[in-house]
């Protein structure tokens, strides 16, 4: 076919009889296909020319659908440019197939077979979508030309096994040959990835050649090519077509690379966690403490995981750092295989298959497991391992850009992921030789793992911002600290690319989730939702306590940390003062203090850990100018006397950290009047093994590999208990039942509903750093709370008559102590607590702007 110039055309109609294009074989009939040539190069007046034919045609095209007589060539009268023409003529035409389809019972879709890389095949499978395509205009703004905008993404509750199983024929088929109609089967092989980009045994595998007669095809649309037999693709044969020449081309690319991957994925579980299991005979059994008198604590980690998260960190040494690194090149030619082969609507040069992909190949992501290893990646919170395997991280972040731009993959990254139970391998599956199982439950979308991973981001370049410019610099520290903020930048532009492209989806999975811990900050309408569908009978069988926990967890998780200013400018203006931070003297001692540059990195790393590793009801704020000063809120666990209060910390993490521990100050004693455990003193002293303030075992005390989230997962889990009477030593086995300990815990839980509940409430806080956790809080649990005041209220009368001067419990060591204070009247602490709420949806009405 002669080129008239070297301009790509849009795609354009080739008409029967035109002298446009030479016909080699099956001649179809117009009704059941658009034919569309997207290589064929035209200048400016024959594309126009090409348009004012499928224009002049329409009306041709159209009486022919409906009287099934074959179409008339029409002349090349030009006629001016009308793309929106042409798209609603598609869309007419899709409704007319439709229409015939329904009454005939069967698709008339049709097979052209032309010569490479040079026809595009719309069938009413794919028209719909062609028309959207072309009803977008050439201006599109939304992030993928074939997204619709019209309609919410809806996730498909099938399993991505059942949703592939359509599809197997196209990787396994037999066909006959174009040229002797002999039996041409699917070749089978063994993808095997290494350091390059597009392994040869991939690309041999899209080649089907006839064994009778020599003449090579693309295995995707089975359209004669001009390879030899023995070509082995583009890498050895420069003239090869077929990683470009069809969308089902490129989707059997993905499904070899898939399935070479989850083979030598498996293999090296397999070998990793061997290694593991050896590793763990061999180490002797280390002895845990939960809980214990006098305030014991996690004095030492259980030890890290590993990679694949099939046992204890394994000990580095040659043999291991070999494997491992051959592994990561692995990895890497996967994820950059598999970016390279996704579509890519955005390239200068779009192709058909780009535009118009095969709609099995989401479907083959969710089947691999290349999920499962993208989880993995982006829940390692190890910081010095994302800037060790920088290379790895930005395989992925570039793959998961490539990803969100497709409708068809987009899915993968916001919808829940069914959990492979065991798998033989996706190439194995496909072929019948194995089986996949999954989990009947679901766990959550990757994108919800790279939600915490964006946050751990910028925590470290948060606290990385106070290092630039500091004395004392080392080398491989500040290399360590460019690279991992550098990194993380990368990490939250991806993000914001992301969430651009998913955007355009509408009300996703992942915005629902959005929209449950917006509420979860106090918007009334959210959470009268949640109660309407309990008292409606909607989720019969279900406890709907369990959906207010969900959105409960999901508004900790969205609060938990943050940077922020605990300081306040003084007079002079040339330091910041901290007043309301117990460990002020210890910042003005330390102002002009270094800390050693390897202290300062170790710190840096654990506060981006610990971003996204709080658990439900633990929040941070540490001071966005000094990184050494924190203040914590740590709730009351259910069935505790603590159960609905929010206690307050101060923390200081001393210059000598992590050598020594960092010291702890709780703030709520109410005043200094109340002991609410035998470790939390009415002075503010919080007794911890871990802390360096209570004698314990060895394996309890604070070590250099010790972190601040033990001690306060050790207070939330080992001090605020149900039977606190008992951390006293020398109290013996806890027991409930025991009369002295239901005193001691109906005095605590009264005085947590003064001092932790009803106190937080007051106006002073609706300005402080605790505003969005006191909303949040207060606003999803209130009922709770509310029902749990009324039933302490039955057993202690003293609830509704709360006086000021009272007799407070502070263990046998210490007797009973009485502060004199001027007498008032009785407070009824429920109806406080009524007042208060108000007033905390108060704050959240002004906070919407209502």
Known sequence: MPRASKRRTAPTQVVEGSSKRRRTTLKPDPRDVIIIDSDVEQSDDELRDIISQIEAQEQVIKKSVRTQDKPVASSSKIAPIDLEGDAEFARRLAQEWASEDNNRGASSDVEIIEGPSTVVNISRSNVSEYSQRLSAGPNLKSP??????????????????????????????????????????????????????????????????????????????FTPIVCPVTCKGPGRNAKCPVLKCCAEGRAIAIFEVLGGFDRQYNVERTASESRALAIAKNQSKRTKKSVGPGGTGYGI?????????????????????????????????????????????????PQVYDMLPQASIGHLINLSQIPTLLATLLRNDSVTDWISRKEIYN????????????????????????????????????????????????????????????????????????????????????????????????????????????????????AERENRMEGAEGRPSD???????????????????????????????RLSFKHVSLGEASVSGDELNYSGYY?????????????????????????????????????????????????????????????????????????????????????TTGGGSVRFNPNLYNDGKVCLSLLGTWPGRPEEQWSPKSTLLQVLVSIQSMILIDAPYYNEPGHGQANLKAPVSIQYNREISKQ?????????????????????????????????????????????????????????????????????ATPQNDIDLLAEFDKGIKKIESWCKEQNGE
Request: glycine fraction near 6%.
């Open 301 to 349: 980690d259980d030890g890290a995981y590993g990679y694949y998260g099939g046992g204890p960190k394994e000990k580095s040494n040659s043999r291991q750092k070999d494997a491992a690194q051959k592994w990561d090149k692995i990895l890497l030619s996967a994820l950059n295989t598999l970016t390279e082969l996704l579509p890519a609507p955005y390239a200068d040069d």
């Open 752 to 820: 947590t509903v003064k001092w932790a509940i009803v106190e937080w409430l007051n106006e002073d806080h609706r300005n402080g750093i605790w505003r969005d956790v006191i909303a949040s809080h207060f606003s999803i649990r209130k009922e709770k709370i509310r029902s749990q005041i009324v039933e302490w209220s039955k057993s202690d009368s003293s609830i509704r008559r709360y006086q000021t001067s009272h007799v407070y419990y502070r263990g046998p060591t210490r007797g009973r102590t009485t502060w004199e």
């Open 144 to 221: 993928s030309p074939h997204f619709n905008r019209s309609k919410n993404y809806q996730q498909s509750p099938t399993k991505p096994d059942e949703a592939l199983e359509p599809f197997k024929d196209l990787f396994t088929k037999t066909r006959r040959c174009s040229k002797c109609s002999k039996s041409v089967e699917s070749p089978r092989g063994c993808v095997m990835l290494s350091e390059s980009l597009m392994p040869l045994s991939m690309t041999q595998l899209l080649h089907a050649p006839c064994s009778s007669c020599r003449t090579n095809h693309c295995r995707g649309c």
């Open 583 to 667: 460990y002020a003297a210890q910042l003005n001692q330390t102002r002009n203090s270094t800390r050693v540059p390897k202290d300062r990195l170790h710190l840096l790393k654990e506060l981006a850990v610990m971003a996204t590793s709080l658990p439900p009801g633990v929040w941070v704020r540490v001071d966005e100018v000094r990184n050494d000063a924190i203040k914590i809120m740590i709730a009351g666990p259910d069935g505790t006397p603590y159960s609905g209060g929010l206690f307050e910390f101060d923390c200081f993490m001393p210059i000598q950290y992590p050598t020594n521990p960092p010291l702890m100050q709780l703030k």
């Open 395 to 510: 395989a992925m972040l570039s793959l998961l850009r490539r990803m969100a731009d497709c409708e068809l993959t987009v899915p993968c990254l916001i919808g829940e992921r069914w959990e492979v139970a065991s798998t033989c391998g996706l190439e194995n599956w496909v072929w019948g030789n194995g089986e996949i199982t999954l989990e009947n439950s679901k766990t959550p979308p990757l994108y919800a793992f790279f939600k915490k991973l964006t946050k751990q981001s910028e925590a470290f370049m948060a606290g990385a911002a106070q290092m630039v410019g500091m004395g004392d610099a080392d080398a491989e520290v500040d290399e360590m600290m460019i690279q991992g903020t550098s990194l993380s930048g990368d990490i939250v532009a991806a993000r914001d690319d992301l969430e651009r492209a998913i955007a355009v989806l509408g009300k996703s999975e992942h």
């Open 527 to 557: 959470l009268q939702q949640l109660k309407a569908n309990s008292s409606i009978g909607k989720g019969k069988g279900r406890d709907v306590s369990l959906d207010f926990d969900k959105v409960y967890a999901e508004a900790c998780e």
